[in-house]
């Protein structure tokens, strides 16, 4: 059976980059492992590749703008959900990765649900989604 593997959005912008990069990799031969690797993930990624504007489904996952409130003092945060290196960042937003302890907390769920996770430090910590938007 064949694993279906989720789009990855970009901008033309972002793929053209990521293009470019292979296409450098490729050129120049590097034989770093380093560069190798990052050439087998250019290429999954560009693969997977979908360019336009991610379905407004609501549902927290990568290349989402979240806002999140915690329980503990009502604060609120807003992020980009999502791997550094795939999204144009303006510096504005941090970025958080899924498989951080609050990605994988958030990962899935809709707004107005809660969340827990443990923070690295140990101390239990909860809230719920906001909101969740596919960032622009």
């Known amino acids: 059976m064949a694993v279906m593997e989720e789009p990855i959005w970009l901008t033309q912008d972002a793929l053209r980059q990521l293009q470019e990069e292979l296409d450098?990799?490729?050129r120049?031969?590097?034989?770093?492992?380093?560069?190798?690797?990052?050439?087998?993930?250019?290429?999954?990624?560009?693969?997977?590749a979908q360019v336009g504007t991610r379905p407004d489904d609501g549902i927290v996952e990568?290349?989402?703008?979240?806002?999140i409130e915690f329980e503990a003092d009502a604060s609120r945060e807003t992020f980009l959900l999502g791997a550094r290196s795939l999204l144009s960042n303006d510096g504005e937003l941090a970025?958080?990765?899924?498989?951080?302890?609050?990605g994988r907390a958030i990962?899935?769920?809709?707004?107005?649900d809660r969340?827990?996770?443990?923070?690295?430090?140990?101390?239990q910590v909860a809230g719920s989604v906001i909101e969740a938007v596919p960032h622009a």
């Open 95 to 102: 970025v958080y990765s899924p498989e951080s302890p609050l």
């Open 115 to 123: 969340f827990s996770y443990s923070a690295p430090t140990g101390r």
């Open 28 to 48: 120049e031969g590097v034989d770093d492992e380093a560069a190798q690797v990052r050439a087998v993930e250019l290429r999954g990624i560009i693969r997977r």
């Open 62 to 67: 990568p290349g989402m703008r979240v806002t």
């Open 24 to 26: 450098t990799i490729e």
């Open 107 to 112: 990962t899935g769920l809709l707004p107005g």
